[in-house]
């Protein structure tokens, strides 16, 4: 299930959700974060909406980018239980995120 969240609504969204939340920082100008939207796709597909992707415009939402410390795009992190893990920048694959999940505790 893809979504766009904002600062006005991430806390809602990600940070008190039930389940864990992959969160995808990015921008409409970013020609990797539009090359990446189609692994997002499918990865959703493999879920089947049992993990939310948040979509955060980081020119819109500079100060969520700049709380996690987001100095590229596009960036991925997992929230679970209001914390966030490690960010992955510019997954080459989705096999890359698909590991990347399992390490940050993601599983299908």
């Known amino acids: 299930m893809l979504f766009t969240v904002t600062k006005e609504n991430f806390a809602a969204k990600v940070e008190q959700a039930e389940g864990p939340v992959l969160v995808e920082f990015s921008a409409t100008w970013c020609s990797h974060c539009q090359q990446l939207?189609?692994?997002?796709?499918?990865?959703?597909k493999k879920f089947d909406g049992r993990l939310p992707l948040a979509l955060i415009d980081t020119d819109h939402d500079p100060e969520l980018a700049q709380r996690l410390q987001v100095e590229?795009?596009?960036?991925?992190?997992?929230?679970k239980n209001g914390n966030h893990g490690a960010l992955l920048t510019a997954p080459?694959?989705?096999?890359?995120?698909?590991?990347?999940?399992q390490e940050q505790g993601v599983t299908e």
């Open 72 to 79: 590229f795009i596009p960036s991925l992190v997992v929230y």
């Open 92 to 101: 080459a694959s989705l096999e890359a995120m698909e590991g990347w999940l």
């Open 37 to 44: 939207r189609p692994l997002l796709d499918e990865l959703d």
